[in-house]
């Protein structure tokens, strides 16, 4: 099986399994003041730090969380304060932060969805009119998980800042893969299985100042913001993964460069690239083909694993949300695919997806 949905999830990385592996007998509880306990939490506090430094380590609070849905649910409910109950984003986020803004606006605040270009790019002109003294927060992804477009977050993060808002990134899919715009955040929601680190565990960066009201209550771990017994297991494979990635920065990003020009060399002219070639992690390819039904080409290239979006939304029928933003129309949000790669992909496992794709979408335009 050639794996094309580093998007939806990354492959495991032996680094981090190694670290992982000795803590599934090691069980001592990392908030216990004895030996075994105090063993643990040295290796929770060693996986913040690793964490700490792949992102910037430029001061600031690092909490553990079962993933970057939580932390971005936590960050847009915590958001909301006092006369300032307005929350801006944008109309390709993540549903956990369209869905969450949604169910907010529910409770009596305000919630308004900036458009984007034809490339997938916010219009900073509409953010400054809609960013104003009543906007609690503004929140935006770094890098898109469908189309891969990477949004100027210090831009966006100045209009919040300047209308005495908070700025929270979704970061995602962007760290160990972008440069991350540290200086320009306030709060930022990180995943470990998105940098082949394990799955279960993410984490909320917080500035030094950032006001946050605490999310879960109870034994008051990580700093009285999240209580609850973390994982020491899942801990050190995030910070495995996340010094891994830090480390091999450059590499991997000048690899899946030359995987994204033999992709779209080999694809050839028929298709399409869905938003911005410029403004992109070239990680992720977003293609459209006239005539074809992805989900069709998904389940007849059986040798190849891609997606036609976020794997959120898979099986929900509906055309994507983020290439309708773009002012596609069903029949090319349906006609589309998202191919995923990186550090473990090959040349030679691109070129054979290339000619499989190419083989499945040829059939359909003839026989269509």
């Given at each position: 099986?050639?794996?094309?949905?580093?998007?939806?999830?990354?492959?495991?990385?032996?680094?981090?399994?190694?670290?992982?592996?000795?803590?599934?007998?090691?069980?001592?509880?990392?908030?216990?003041?004895?030996?075994?306990?105090?063993?643990?939490?040295?290796?929770?506090?060693?996986?913040?730090?690793?964490?700490?430094?792949?992102?910037?380590?430029?001061?600031?609070?690092?909490?553990?969380?079962?993933?970057?849905?939580?932390?971005?649910?936590?960050?847009?409910?915590?958001?909301?304060?006092?006369?300032?109950?307005?929350?801006?984003?944008?109309?390709?986020?993540?549903?956990?932060?369209?869905?969450?803004?949604?169910?907010?606006?529910?409770?009596?605040?305000?919630?308004?969805?900036?458009?984007?270009?034809?490339?997938?790019?916010?219009?900073?002109?509409?953010?400054?009119?809609?960013?104003?003294?009543?906007?609690?927060?503004?929140?935006?992804?770094?890098?898109?998980?469908?189309?891969?477009?990477?949004?100027?977050?210090?831009?966006?993060?100045?209009?919040?800042?300047?209308?005495?808002?908070?700025?929270?990134?979704?970061?995602?899919?962007?760290?160990?893969?972008?440069?991350?715009?540290?200086?320009?955040?306030?709060?930022?929601?990180?995943?470990?299985?998105?940098?082949?680190?394990?799955?279960?565990?993410?984490?909320?960066?917080?500035?030094?100042?950032?006001?946050?009201?605490?999310?879960?209550?109870?034994?008051?771990?990580?700093?009285?913001?999240?209580?609850?017994?973390?994982?020491?297991?899942?801990?050190?494979?995030?910070?495995?993964?996340?010094?891994?990635?830090?480390?091999r920065f450059d590499t991997d990003n000048r690899h899946v460069e030359a995987?994204?020009?033999?992709?779209?060399?080999?694809?050839?002219?028929?298709?399409?690239?869905?938003?911005?070639?410029?403004?992109?992690?070239?990680?992720?390819?977003?293609?459209?083909?006239?005539?074809?039904?992805?989900?069709?080409?998904?389940?007849?290239?059986?040798?190849?694993?891609?997606?036609?979006?976020?794997?959120?939304?898979?099986?929900?029928?509906?055309?994507?949300?983020?290439?309708?933003?773009?002012?596609?129309?069903?029949?090319?949000?349906?006609?589309?695919?998202?191919?995923?790669?990186?550090?473990?992909?090959?040349?030679?496992?691109?070129?054979?997806?290339?000619?499989?794709?190419?083989?499945?979408?040829?059939?359909?335009?003839?026989?269509?």
């Amino acid at each position: 099986m050639i794996y094309l949905d580093y998007q939806a999830t990354t492959p495991l990385a032996p680094e981090a399994r190694a670290a992982m592996l000795p803590w599934l007998d090691r069980f001592g509880n990392p908030h216990s003041p004895h030996r075994p306990g105090r063993e643990a939490a040295a290796a929770v506090e060693l996986a913040r730090d690793q964490v700490s430094v792949a992102l910037g380590q430029q001061g600031g609070r690092l909490v553990f969380t079962s993933g970057a849905t939580e932390a971005a649910n936590w960050a847009l409910s915590a958001a909301i304060r006092g006369s300032r109950r307005k929350i801006v984003t944008l109309a390709t986020e993540h549903a956990c932060i369209l869905d969450t803004a949604d169910g907010l606006a529910a409770q009596g605040a305000e919630c308004v969805i900036l458009p984007v270009d034809a490339a997938g790019m916010v219009d900073l002109d509409a953010a400054a009119d809609a960013i104003d003294d009543r906007t609690a927060l503004v929140a935006a992804l770094l890098v898109n998980n469908e189309i891969g477009v990477v949004q100027p977050i210090a831009a966006l993060a100045e209009l919040a800042h300047r209308a005495g808002a908070h700025f929270f990134c979704d970061a995602v899919q962007g760290f160990g893969r972008v440069a991350i715009p540290l200086q320009s955040c306030d709060m930022i929601a990180i995943s470990a299985h998105k940098i082949f680190g394990p799955k279960g565990i993410g984490a909320l960066w917080l500035r030094n100042d950032s006001v946050i009201a605490p999310f879960i209550h109870g034994g008051g771990q990580q700093y009285g913001l999240r209580s609850g017994t973390l994982s020491p297991m899942l801990c050190a494979g995030f910070g495995a993964a996340a010094a891994l990635a830090a480390e091999r920065f450059d590499t991997d990003n000048r690899h899946v460069e030359a995987l994204q020009a033999a992709a779209l060399a080999l694809l050839g002219s028929d298709w399409t690239v869905n938003g911005s070639l410029a403004a992109r992690y070239r990680g992720n390819l977003n293609l459209r083909r006239d005539g074809i039904d992805s989900s069709r080409l998904i389940s007849e290239v059986r040798e190849v694993a891609f997606s036609a979006g976020s794997a959120c939304a898979s099986g929900s029928g509906r055309p994507s949300h983020v290439l309708r933003a773009l002012g596609l129309s069903d029949a090319e949000a349906r006609s589309s695919i998202r191919l995923g790669f990186g550090r473990y992909t090959t040349e030679d496992e691109i070129r054979r997806a290339a000619y499989l794709i190419n083989e499945a979408a040829t059939r359909q335009t003839e026989w269509a």
